[in-house]
Structure formats: C-alpha cells, structure tokens
C-alpha cells in the first residue's frame, strides 16, 4: 500500500480523501467484531496502541494527524492481522506460523512499494549476501567476545552470550493459546 500521502499536509481534500482510502484497507485487517469494526488507531496520539471504531479513527486522523513513522513499524502486527482475519477458523498457533512462514516475501513486496522506507530496512527487505568477513574475535561497547574455536584454545572464556527475545511462547506442543512473553536464551559464538 502507498502510503507516502502521510506527510501530505492534513487540510486538504487530498488528504481526507487518503484517510478513507486508508480506512476501506484498514476494515479487512480487522481486530475485533464485538461492537462494529474495530481496528488499530494510527494517530500520533494512539500510536497503534488503542483499537477503536472506524468513525472515531478517521475523527483522530483528520484532526490529529497520522503518526510519521507509520510506514516502518506497524508491519509486524499489520500481516498478523491479516492472517487472522483471512483464517478465523484456525488457531493462533496455526496463524503464528502461517505469518512467520509469509513475513519475508510480504515485507519485501511492501518495502518495494514504499519510496519512503529507509535504507536499512530496504537492505534487510532484500536477498541476504552469504560472502562476508568473518572475525575471531570482535568488541562491542568495551565487551570483547570471541568465538567458541578460539575460546577453546584459551582458559578465558569470552564466548558465552545470552539474549532476551520477547516471542509467542508455548507450554508444549499441542497448546493452542500460546502468550507473548520474554524468554532468556544461552549459548556461545560459532561465528563472528
Ligand atoms: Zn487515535
């Protein structure tokens, strides 16, 4: 979806014009139907945080504006919904993977699409190149860390790494209604 219409100034026909455009598109990425059609508000002042009713979105969005960085990071829970919304039928496990098996190819095509996103996320969008230097060793904020290989061939262990993920966590395989929550994870440099 273009969406480079954003910074448009809000007082124009132009721009109230793309606010209903935005909200035909937002209604078949639907949250929650208990009263109406409800879906994320992207003003500046909800943030995508509060889920409100069509009529008060487009209020927030003609007389607030719509949040700036908008196109870069509402990606994530944009394609969720959509899967949501196009498998109701299915579970959230069954849409949790059916979303991370489709994430890589949508989020290019929509990087693709948007002459607003940056260069970095344009990088990552595109094919990732295997050819890279590769380091023994290598420091980050004053912290020196190695790789597993060279720590072996020393009594100082600098290998070790630990990293807390916020995911969709399951308690075993068959659960159905899995949580978001942080997870630590542990285990050593194979690669710099
Ligand atoms: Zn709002």
Redesign the pocket.
């Known amino acids: 979806m273009d969406r480079s219409w954003i910074n448009t100034p809000r007082i124009s026909d132009a721009y109230e014009k793309e606010v209903e455009e935005f909200l035909q598109f937002a209604q078949h990425n639907v949250v929650s139907n208990h009263n109406g059609v409800r879906i994320r508000?992207p003003?500046v002042?909800?943030l995508n945080g509060?889920i409100?009713n069509v009529s008060e979105?487009r209020e927030?969005l003609l007389c607030?504006g719509f949040l700036k960085n908008y196109t870069t990071w509402t990606w994530y829970d944009e394609l969720l919904d959509f899967v949501k919304y196009k498998n109701r039928r299915q579970s959230k496990k069954w849409v949790l993977i059916e979303h991370n098996k489709t994430f890589m190819s949508w989020f290019k095509q929509q990087i693709m699409n948007d002459p607003s996103a940056s260069e970095t996320l344009t990088w990552i969008a595109n094919d990732l190149k295997f050819d890279v230097l590769c380091c023994s060793g290598y420091e980050v904020n004053g912290c020196l860390f190695y790789t597993k290989s060279r720590d072996d061939r020393s009594t100082m262990q600098n290998s070790r790494v630990t990293l807390e993920a916020e995911s969709m966590q399951f308690s075993t395989a068959k659960d159905q209604n899995p949580v978001v929550g942080s997870m630590p994870y542990y285990d050593f440099i194979v690669e710099i």
Request: hydrophobic residues 20%.
């Open positions: 508000c003003c002042n909800c509060r409100l979105v927030h607030d």
